[in-house]
């Protein structure tokens, strides 16, 4: 009996050369693996000067590149006009056995060639500034004096027109008034792209485009967490208005990055991607134009933490949150309660606590819960007690400020509410030894100013998501509920 033969599976490998433009760099890149390989998988291998795209040999299918290019068109206005183009790029690529080269080598001469479209990367348009990408984010600014344009230099062959309009289209599209930003996810060194990039793609925000990008950028990483695909920062480019303004280069997101790697993709840590949905769920139902102002500069607050978590930026969403909770009271504010959500359990202001540094100490869930009810006492004048411990310039007036607070709401509930409250009260005084013993730990923690503000802010935030703060019904909690 003979023996069936072993299938050998042919296999293709493209080289798509570097030009150091980020933005520019990562469409082809991303659209190489999907116009080659389509749903199969493309191993994507970084040699340096290129990279090298391997994987199974498939048959392109016409139907799914149009399929694909239609998202870009939407984004694109130019890319919409250049539909022509395409099409006839599409077949003089199936007609040339040199398109191995992707995308091309300098040895390839290609005698076609079309016009770039300035949504691939601003730095087409006017050419890169000449600058280190590693030591300056920004590759490309049109703003003052615009760099001259070297002549025909970024006239595209078919082959680059087609995977620049592919991978453009898997972009995430930003809009904020006149603004458009376009971002794409920047791969490690070495990685697997098993099927579509498959992630939200669509953005707006009223806070500014920066916030805007912070979604989109933050969204991806979310949508892309059960795919394991290791992203090391963002390659955008953006547009201002008709042409007056453009720029591009990264995001400078590593921290954001590795944090999601590590935690939510490593460690399959549900804290932290619940933490990060939180995140993403408050810059979301604050992204309408008729937001408050004071919500809209709480998420631009939030956008600068997630992109750069600092003790200042904590603090001040901090301090944000708890004026809105307390004008919320008196006024309709539109977005209060998507400020509300905002960090609104122990374990998500924790994870915001380690981003900052895992070496803080935590904070007593006992003590936050006994100030919060006290405060719940004082409807009219609990800001101005919350302020003062806001003010508190070292651990040992805060706490004594803390002390003052729950003593005085355990005399004034056991006057309105008498022996049942009493009750509920002793079960804080049992504890008063063993917390007093917790934290003179804590106090020898925290004498470096910033390592006390940031434990005062994460405080703080603990006792705002447990204090029940009475206010006026607004549409949105109404439609809501």
Request: aromatic share 12%; with cysteine.
């Amino acid at each position: 009996m003979m023996l069936a033969k072993r299938i050998a599976l042919k296999k293709d490998i493209f080289y798509v050369y570097k030009t150091g433009l980020p933005f520019f760099d990562s469409a082809r890149l991303i659209g190489v693996a999907h116009l080659f390989f389509g749903t199969a998988s493309a191993e994507i291998e970084d040699k340096g000067v290129y990279w090298e795209v391997r994987g199974v040999k498939v048959a392109r299918d016409l139907r799914q590149v149009n399929w694909i290019l239609e998202e870009g068109k939407a984004k694109s206005y130019d890319l919409k006009q250049k539909w022509r183009q395409l099409r006839k790029a599409l077949e003089e690529m199936n007609k040339n056995i040199t398109f191995k080269f992707c995308v091309q080598s300098p040895d390839i001469k290609l005698p076609k060639k079309y016009p770039a479209l300035k949504e691939f990367d601003a730095s087409l348009q006017y050419g890169p500034r000449g600058i280190d990408p590693m030591k300056d984010p920004v590759v490309i600014s049109s703003q003052g004096t615009k760099p001259k344009r070297p002549g025909k230099q970024y006239l595209l062959p078919a082959n680059e027109l087609i995977v620049s309009s592919i991978g453009f289209s898997f972009s995430a599209y930003v809009r904020s008034g006149d603004q458009r930003t376009y971002i794409l996810p920047i791969f490690d060194k070495h990685i697997v792209l098993s099927g579509f990039l498959t992630y939200q793609r669509n953005f707006r925000h009223s806070a500014s485009g920066f916030v805007g990008e912070i979604l989109a950028c933050l969204s991806i990483l979310l949508d892309l967490t059960i795919q394991k695909i290791p992203v090391l920062d963002f390659a955008y480019t953006r547009i201002f208005g008709r042409n007056i303004f453009s720029s591009s280069g990264y995001l400078g997101l590593e921290k954001l990055c590795s944090y999601w790697w590590q935690k939510a993709v490593q460690e399959n840590n549900q804290d932290s991607i619940n933490f990060l949905e939180n995140i993403r769920q408050f810059l979301q139902n604050t992204s309408g134009i008729n937001i408050n102002e004071q919500v809209q500069a709480l998420a631009r607050w939030v956008a600068d933490f997630v992109a750069n978590p600092n003790v200042d930026t904590l603090a001040k969403i901090e301090h944000l949150k708890a004026r809105i909770l307390s004008a919320s009271q008196t006024q309709n504010i539109q977005g209060s309660y998507a400020v509300r959500r905002l960090l609104n359990k122990y374990k998500l202001i924790k994870e915001a606590k380690n981003m900052i540094s895992e070496n803080l100490p935590d904070v007593p869930f006992e003590v936050t819960q006994a100030l919060a009810y006290a405060l719940n006492f004082d409807e009219k004048g609990w800001m101005n007690q919350f302020t003062r411990l806001e003010n508190a310039p070292n651990f040992s007036q805060f706490i004594r400020e803390v002390e003052r607070i729950i003593s005085r709401g355990y005399y004034r509930a056991q006057q309105e509410k008498g022996k049942q409250t009493q009750e509920v009260f002793k079960v804080f005084s049992d504890r008063d030894k063993e917390l007093a013993k917790r934290l003179l730990e804590i106090e020898s923690k925290l004498r470096d100013d910033k390592n006390f503000r940031a434990w005062k802010s994460i405080f703080l935030l603990n006792v705002l998501s447990q204090a029940h703060i009475t206010s006026e019904e607004s549409s949105e909690e109404a439609q809501t509920t």
